[in-house]
Every structure is written in structure tokens, then in C-alpha cells.
């Protein structure tokens, strides 16, 4: 952030832009248990690489499902483990061009799935993150309680049991890949952990902090390495060009961020070396990402000046 | 059969232009339990509707894996129910212009398939079939047994199971399918009695007694109605656009009869109001048809002039 | 047909099934000189191989804009030609599951179309029979003068000028197979032959006629040989397969005959060895065979048994 | 660039890496004016937008082809004109998944390109270019010329004429574009225009030079403004996502940098605010970008810490 710009003209600027579109977008039903949230909820947060925390919104402590921005947190770990370089030969790092739970290109690319932002990359990973690990899930929560500071995250139970009851699309990814030779692990283990991952509730607050690692340049919390600089770098690279489903151009045209969204309404958007910025709202446009979120970013870049370009 | 080929001369000229081919293609390796088959086997029998039954090659009387051939059969039992017609809303009729088992398709068609020929199309068969009865493998099985008068036809236990640990693809299609809700009953069920019924083994003699009620326009071997005179013409029209996977163009240029092939390496051909033919030989070529038993069927149809063209 | 169902039956049948639909479906408007069309005229005619000729219709001697169903004479044209066994390394002979003027397959499969029943097929065709005669267009017309015994048959400038100013999508066609190579004559020549042929107008009555070669097993109204009877039998078969566009399989299984249909509202069905039959009727459904001439068909097939299964 | 790293610091670094694999990956053929290019030539440049001019390899100076680099000024001229904010309802700014010359995509989109650095995108452009100013070839010329100080700058009619006559694919992009309404111009007269504007001869030093204006935030070298700073940085962004065919996200993990490729061997780089850099190598790699181009800016920014991440 420009020095010109103090916290406090960020966040009033966020809101400003947010309001008149709060309860916008529709709420993703595919999950029946998240069909349930408020579509009028709203909460925005950044963290510096300093330390500092801000927030605004009502809604910026309130807990969500992480879903599809769990999928930077397990790249992250497989990139740390033994088989950081490896898992770039299961998956690639190209943007799509499709539906993040399309088939047909996996088809037609025997398997292996263009990158690991879109469910079949992120159960490539999962798999691999088990077969390192041997329980995925529990790596991806330690990871978020560690980096948060409460040990008290997990996985909401009964939105993992409507995912797992929801999931036959996913199901048909997997036993695609499975059928390739691409999967390793056993399908419903795999599924089980991808589950639960998706589940996991985090807040604004929470979100900002935990991603803080990918603006420290691959720094934890604690000081410690969890990537190199340049496998920070090369995250943020791969959630700039495909995080944001098939709207990845969209969101580099308008925001200039890397950033990740899931279908529970969040997005975490990282500017190296300064700080991240998290942004909930349950409403999703048509490529399933949340409409305020996407505004309270936009409008984020806009005053701050904090694009990538 | 125009009266001046009398059975022997078809015969010998089948023969005569399979000889120098035994052994050719490849041997259906995806099912392990498959891969071992001799490559060098071949059977052919023709069965007329008069209930005369003719055949050559050595194992003629030998059984093999029928595989997709089942799938006419199970056909035939959905339109003889009481959702004969229902079936048509839940799978269209049109050749589908890709592989057997693909996916794509499928994705941008809504998990509607194509035609009851190709794997999703057989796959919302048998949901049908087993929704109509309860057992669809035991409804087909019933079926065969009863029209080749042979009370022990069954499925090979080993193939059947070696079909379940290498069916991810099958999978695949049938979670796709869930997950547009297209498939009703639970997947790993209709997968089991899917699987179980491609694993029905039968030899050429019993397999063109099988057929013969497509021959006899609809009609049993008992004299009972299986289905109506027109149903049964429309099960030979879906044969000759779709029976033979992406090749079906090619069949009817070739042969120019209704057939349905199986990657167990039989073809079951179907003469209108004449006869059936069955031909068998395990090497299959690049589009999963056999070898031997395409070469039998073109012999037969250039000797008797039985193409319906 | 049966001996049971004399011609008077049959045209009294046909128009019992078609009279209330008469106006249904869509006059074909990507060619803004056919949108002029009356919708509310319908025609049928049939011709046998013994020399007889029954029509029924008000508009059984209207000329309509043969469009498609010229694909079938120019086929037949290469096929006599010394080009008639290359013509199949040009071009498949599958069903192509996609829409008649469909781009992706071609350029999936480098260029060489599916079969010739398709735009990109019928231009590889035209493109042969050009580098046979030198005048593809002039070399069909003559077929057509001389099967129907009308000199003066001929293509429609105003459509054919029509067809050109609207003609982008074909060019994109036609220059797709020019840039992999399977377009050999210029690109513009191609198209205007191809256009021109289009463009040609024929009666149902004069339609019925031209195609008797294709029941009389090859042979011309002159008594000579165009087509062997067995290449006669293999046109009939790629008609059936790929002959109505993205609807042959409903076809197959609703008329069970080898047809071809043109979005001027034309079908030319055959009854082989026994008998032709056209239809028309301008308005289409929506994979683009005409409404009326469908169900004149279908009525016909019912009434006579002439399926071929 | 970090104040610890000077120019020939990183001048050397660039050629050390390069050095080894000069001559690597395939020159263009299928332009065949550019198979003849030498494929052991070398150039790289740099231009900061404090106006300092650096370059290294035999070849700074040789002039080689744009080919698709220009799309990126055609853009920026595109969107400095009154239809600015129009162009982005005529094409579309997401990654493709696909070639650059990929006709399927644009199918099943009706005709609106993925974005306007693949071909179909940029053939809006230049349609939408040619609307605005009568001759878009003369404006992206006189661009160049001004940009670079360089009055002579000009298409190579050798180039032009071959593009012209293997520029099949491109006609056939532009006529299915045409048949779905979405280019406006004659096809002829937007290719010819397509084709000079890719047949324009530039060196790296001249390149850099160009495309300051990207650098310095929209500002021309006579600091008049081209684009807004957000336009500026959108074209940026557009360039990351879209600017080096199929491998957008290879080039962002790698290099970090918005760049923009051409099938001549050139790759234009920019680092927002500081510098553009311009290197040149004829041999390609599979997906169509320079080898030994791709290699000097990953080699640039390991050294200067110059990603955009």
C-alpha cells in the first residue's frame, strides 16, 4: 500500500463500493448444507506482513467453508514436502479455459489435469499430500490452526456429510482419473479427505492471517520456511492464472491480485511482500465466484494502487 | 438367404476369408481376466428362423465373454416392460460419433447419453432394468437361458470381478451420470449388475439362438411376444447406426446388417425375418471390433447377398 | 411394398398422417432467398423400379431447392468416376454425432470429414469430382437432366447468389481442409460449384426419378451402369447412417430407410430394389429435416412394411 | 531491478544461460518466408523508462518478424481510440486452454474470441481497428515508427505475401467469425490488414523501445498518453494471463512477467514502472514460443527479482 492510503480510507473505500450490491449473486446450492447461509453477510480483513489486522463488515469474524481456497493451502504443503517438484509432473499449470468441474479436457489430456486450482488438480494433490503425509486433511488443518493461532479450526461435519452426499461429480473426476493410472491412492480415501478439506470454516480474519506466508515470500508465522521464495512466487503465479475458476483473466483485468475463491463466498488475494486481503460473501456470479468479494477487491486495488501491474 | 447358397457354400466361404486372419488384432487387455484368452480361437453359427442352426470353426461351441453384446439383450427386457417408451426419455437414439466409453460427450449432453449401445446408454439400461424388476443381471440371464434352452449360461466370476477392480472408467460415467441425476439407483449397485452381466459368457451356437427373436420379429422361441414386430425393427435400426461403437458407419458400408459386437470379441448379426449370425474371435482391432468375426460377417453378407441394402 | 397395400393406399395414408401438421416446423431463413418459401406446401411422389409413377400433394410437381440431397448424386458421380475407390481415403464414412455444418470435428480430426452426407464431406466430394469432369456443378446437372428426362433442369441464380452472400460458414470449411491440405482445387472454385449445386430446383415427382438408380441397384434410366451393385449398396448405407444429419438414428429407428434430407425441405428415401419416394415440405425441425416429409415417410414405411429391418 | 544488480550483471547472466542452447527448438515453417531465418541468432534488449538503452547477443539490431507480438499494440490502439471500452464486448479476456489458432473454441462460443491474443481475438481487433481508423496496418506502423524513433519501420512484403498465401486457417477463423456476425469488415480486406500488420520487421532494441509506453504506464515516448494508467495496467494484466498461447501459466510460474510471443522468435517483457525487455531467438518450442527468448527473461528475472510476484 501507498503511504498516502491509511487503513482506515481502504476499508470505508471497500465498504462504500460493497454495500448496494450486499445479497447480490446467488448462494451455491450444489452442497445442500451451504444453501442455508445469509446471503446478506458481509466481512472483509487484510494483514500486513507487520503484523497488523484490520477489518470491516459485520461479518468479518464469522466463520465460512473454506472449499475451493483450501486448494492453495495443499499445494503449499506438497511443494514443501519431499515431493515439491514432483507433483508438477501429475499436474499441470496451465489455465483451463473450462467449468472448474469439467471433464472433457481431463478426457481428452488422458487424465492429467491442467492445475492444481480446479477440483481435479486439487485431488491430485490431495493424493499426493496423503501418500506424503498419510492423512491430508489433518496436514491442511494443522497448517491452518498453526498459522492462525487457533487451534480450534476444523472441518464442519455436517457440511463435509453434504458434500459427501453432493459429490458424484467429484466422484466422476476421480475414478476419470483413477481410470488414467493418475489417482494413486484409493478413490474414496482420497474423496474423503478432499471432503473434508472443502468443509473446513474459517473468517475474513482468520483467512488473512493464514495466507500471510504467501506475501512473507514462503515464511510462517513462526519464522520457519515453508517455501522457498521462489516457490512463493510460483503460488501466487499459478492463483493469478487460474484461481478464480474460469474468470482468472477477468480477475486480473479487474483486481490485479493473485487471488483464490471457493463457492462458500470467500476470496484470499495476496500482494507480495505486503500483505493479503480476505473478502466473504455468500452470493456467487455465474462462474461461481462471490460478487462482494470480488467488488470489496476491486475497489481494494483501486485505492490502494496494489496491483501486480 | 436367396435359395441358390445352400448353407455349406456360406460356410466354406467364411472359412476361406477368415483362415489366413486367425490371430490378428489384439486381444482385449483392459480386463485382465481377458487378456489370457487364445488369440487364435474362432467360431461362427448361423440360426434361422426356421430353426435350423448351421456352424464352422473350431470353437463354435466354445464360450467367450459376451461384454457389450448383453447390451441388446438388456434392451430388449426395458422395451418389453412397462417402460418400454419411458426409455427413450432417458437415453436418445443417435450415433454417437466417439468412443465407446467416452466421456464428453456425456458432460456437454447433460448426462444424457447418447445411445443404449455406448457404456453410459447400457449403464441407464440396466438402472431401468433394474428399477422395472429388481435383477436386471438376473432378468438377462433368465432371458439367454430360456432362448438357448441351455439352463446354465451365467457369468464368469473371475471376469466379473476382474471387470469391478478395473472399471474406474465405467465409474467414471456412472457418478457423471449421478451427478446430473440421470442415474436413479445407486451407482456401485447398477455398476455390480452392470459388470455381471457383461461377464455372461456364451458360445456362437447358443449366442445366435439367443438372437433369433430380433430375426422372428420380436417373437420368443416359445412363440411368445418379447417385443412388438415394430420394436423389434427399431432395436436392428439402433443396431446398424450405433451396435458397433465408432465403427458403425463402417459395419453398415461393410456388412450392411444390424450387428452388435462386444470387446470379448464377438459380433451377433441379424438377418431380418431369416436368421441371426454369430461370429467369435478375440482379436479386435483399433476400434474394439474383431477381426475375424467382421471378416466372417462381410464373407457371409458378399455370399448371400443378406445385406438389408 | 406387400401386394396387400396397393399405391392408392399409401398416398391416402401418407396424407391422413401429414394434413393437420401441414405449416409446421420452420422455413430455413440462413439462406434469406428460401425464407420466401410458402410454408404450407407439401408434396410426395414414388417411384417404382418397374417404371411406375404415383404422387400426392398439391406441390408434388413444385421445384424446391434440392440443397443436401445433391450430396448423394455427387457421391454417386465420384464413386462411378476412376476416383471412385480414392474418394474414401478423402473422406470417412462414420456418423459424425455433431451438426451437419460443425467445425470442431474437422479440425479434432485434421481435416478429413466424417462422411460425405456432411458440408465438409459434400465439399471433398465436389472438390474430387471437380478434378474428374472439370464442372462438378455441370456434370451433376447433367445426371439429373438425363434421370429425369428433363433438359431443363437447373439451379436457382437467385439462390445460388443467396447462397454465396450467406456462405461464411462453409468458406470457414472449406479453408480449414485448404489449410490441412485436404481441400486440393481452389478454395473460391470449390465453393461455387458448391453453391450452384445447392442451388438446383427439383420436383418430388422429378426427385423420385433421378434417384431410381439407387433402387435399381446401380443402374441408370438407360440401362447403364453407374454405380456397381454393390457400391449402390453402400451408398444406401451411408445414408442411412449419416444421411439426416444429427437425426440419422431417429430415422433408422422412425423410417428405418436410407434417406437424405436438405434444409430446402426435401427427403429422397429408398426402398431397395423396389421403389424411391421424395417428400417435401418446407418447414424444418430443428436438427433441420423437414416436419412434413418426416412423417410422410414414417406413415409410409407403416403402412407399406418397407423398412428395411 | 534491485539496485545490487546492474545492467551488465545482468546482460552476462542472460547470455550465460542462453549461450548453450542457441540453435535449440524448430524455426516457423509453416510461414515459408520465415523457415529460412538463421536459427543460431540471438538478441536481447532492455529499456528503461529512465530512457537507458541496454542489449546483448550478435542480433539486438536484426531486424526479425512481429508476428503475433503486435496484437498487443494493435490492442492498446484499439482501446486509446473511442471504441475503447467497446472492444471488450467483441472479444472476450479469459486464458483459452487452447492453440492460438484453435477453431474450436470459437465455435461453441459463437464466434467471440477467448481473447485478443490469440488469433481470432487479435482478427477483432484489427476488424475493429480498421472500423476506427480506416487502415489499421498504416496506424500500428505509425505507432512503431514514433515509438522507436524509427521512420522506416515497415511490413516485409515477403513475409505479407506468404502470409497470405498459407493463410488458410486464418481465413477459416475469419469466416466463421464472419457467419456469426462477429467481424464486421469484409473478411478479405481485415486479413490483409492481419496479415501486414504480423509481417512488420522490428529489432529487440527497437521492440523494447516500442512497448515503453506499457512500462511507463501508458505514457508515448513524446509523453502524450496512449492509455490510462488502469488501461495500461489492464493490457498488463491481459498479457499475463493470454500473452504466450498455451502456455500462459508456464510463463507466469517461470518468468512472472507479462509478455507477449510471436511465432518470428520474438517475446516482449514488461516490468511495470521500471523497464521492458525485448529478446529474439527463431527456434520454438512445442507450444510456439522462442526457446532461447523464454530462457534470457526467466534468466532476467532470477537475477533482477524483477517478477511481477
Known sequence: ???????TGVLDAVMERVRSHIGEGRVADYIPELAGVDPDEFGFAM???????????????TRFSMQSITKVFTLALVMHGHSGSDVWKRVHREPSGNAFNSLHQLEFENGVPRNPMINPG?????????????????ALQDLLCAETGDPGL???????????????????????????GTIRNPVPEVLDHYFRQCSITISCEELARAGLFLARR??????????????????????????????AGEFAYRVGLPCKSGVGG?????????CTVAAWGPGLDEKGNSVTAALALEAFTDVTGCSVF
Do not use: K, W
Request: charged letters at 25%.
Open 1 to 7: 500500500m501507498e503511504d498516502s492510503h491509511d487503513h
Open 47 to 61: 494483514a500486513t506482513v507487520d503484523g497488523d489486522l484490520y477489518s470491516v463488515g459485520d461479518h468479518a469474524r
Open 122 to 138: 486439487a485431488l491430485i494433490v490431495t493424493d499426493q499430500l496423503l501418500s506424503d503425509t498419510g492423512d491430508s486433511a489433518g
Open 154 to 180: 476444523h472441518a464442519d461435519n455436517l457440511v463435509a456429510e453434504s458434500e459427501t452426499r453432493s459429490g458424484d461429480r467429484n466422484r466422476a473426476l476421480a475414478y476419470l482419473m483413477a481410470s488414467f
Open 218 to 247: 514462503g515464511r510462517r508465522s513462526d519464522g520457519s520456511e515453508l517455501l522457498s521464495p521462489s516457490d512463493a512466487r510460483r503460488i501466487l503465479a499459478v492463483m493469478l492464472t487460474c484461481g478464480t475458476y474460469d474468470a
Open 266 to 274: 470467500g476470496i484470499l488475494a495476496v500482494v507480495p511482500g505486503v
